[in-house]
Nanobody, 118 residues
Framework: QVQLVESGGGLVQPGGSLRLSCTVS????????MGWYRQAPGKQRELVAS???????NYADSVKGRFTISRDNAKLTVYLEMNSLKPEDTAVYYC????????????WGQGTQVTVSS
């Protein structure tokens, strides 16, 4: 069974940084497009960033220049480095595995809360 386990969320002040991690339980990771999605209260879930196994990336306009997605295929882990965080980045962040850079796939993590507040 494929499991995606996220970590790294928390409370941070505006302008601060966080790094999210997501580890996949099987080597299917090596062929998946991995993505980070987020959902704020009352809003739809949206793509934040995604990355192919060859490290081609896609970012939402709202995070370009502030967030960086990367992956370590040996560790079966994808990361989301978030800098210059804003209150509007507050959401539950979900790790996803699939086959597209622009839409979610079948595999989801349980979500991790990111709160940006002073």
């Amino acid at each position: 069974q494929v499991q995606l386990v996220e970590s790294g969320g928390g409370l941070v002040q505006p302008g601060g940084s966080l790094r999210l991690s997501c580890t996949v339980s099987t080597n299917i990771f090596s062929i998946l497009v991995m993505g980070w999605y987020r959902q704020a209260p009352g809003k739809q879930r949206e793509l934040v960033a995604s990355i192919t196994r060859f490290s081609m990336t896609n970012y939402a306009d709202s995070v370009k220049g502030r967030f960086t997605i990367s992956r370590d295929n040996a560790k079966l882990t994808v990361y989301l480095e978030m800098n210059s965080l804003k209150p509007e980045d507050t959401a539950v962040y979900y790790c996803n595995g699939g086959s597209s850079l622009s839409s979610p796939g079948y595999y989801w993590g349980q979500g991790t809360q990111v709160t940006v507040s002073s």
